[in-house]
């Protein structure tokens, strides 16, 4: 979810999936309606309808039914960042008390909690991400099924903007980019971990 603040993202999605033929618009007009949904989404706007220009007029990029799935897409993205910094907030607690209580002999401990962490994070983004490589319709079917209560999502390609710019090849390169971040995140976490349990049973 972190990442529908990179404008990095949609402009290679834009770029891979020819969205300026797609659409009619230009390349900056989809960029200024890209750069209007994050300002949404970080809540620098009240809403994320955007006016841009098409064949020398101005117009709405969002219809009614859009507006509202974005509402709820919304919600979705600040329920994930709650909930992030929330796990963020414990593990900081849980290390000040650590260290505060064991000193350096709270270190082991620690580093045998980040391993399994981190091992539990590879199984689980490994299934995810050989989930979206085998059936990515079929995962990104039951992500809306369980993350929404409407069908809001539903939308036509040929008269709804905001699936003409981000179709599901995209949310599928997002994901497997998540996955990947995260893989190596938990690479990196868990075999420094692992290296500090193994040279402290060394002796090292």
């Not at 659409?23 to 955007?50: C, H, M, W």
């Not at 919600?75 to 929330?86: A, D, G």
């Not at 999502?153 to 090849?169: A, Q, T």
């Amino acid at each position: 979810m972190i990442m529908v603040g990179k404008i990095h993202l949609y402009e290679y999605g834009f770029d891979k999936y020819d969205i300026t033929d797609v659409t009619g618009l230009e390349r900056s007009e989809l960029i200024k309606g890209a750069e209007g949904l994050i300002s949404y989404f970080n809540g620098e706007e009240d809403s994320p309808q955007v006016q841009v220009t098409k064949g020398g007029k101005e117009i709405d990029l969002f219809k009614q039914r859009e507006i509202a799935h974005l509402r709820d897409v919304k919600v979705l993205i600040e329920i994930f960042r709650l909930v992030l910094w929330i796990t963020l907030g414990y593990i900081v607690i849980y290390a000040i008390a650590g260290f505060a209580l064991r000193k350096r002999a709270f270190w082991p401990s620690l580093s045998r909690v980040v391993l399994s962490g981190s091992a539990f994070t590879l199984a689980l983004f490994a299934f995810v991400g050989i989930w979206a490589l085998v059936d990515f319709q079929g995962l990104f079917l039951k992500f809306h099924l369980t993350s929404f209560q409407n069908d809001l999502w539903i939308l036509d390609p040929s008269r709804h903007y905001l699936i003409m710019m981000f179709p599901e090849g995209f949310f599928c390169d997002a994901a497997l980019f998540l996955v990947g971040g995260t893989v190596m995140e938990a690479v990196v976490l868990g075999g420094a971990a692992a290296t500090y349990l193994v040279r402290s049973r060394k002796g090292i």
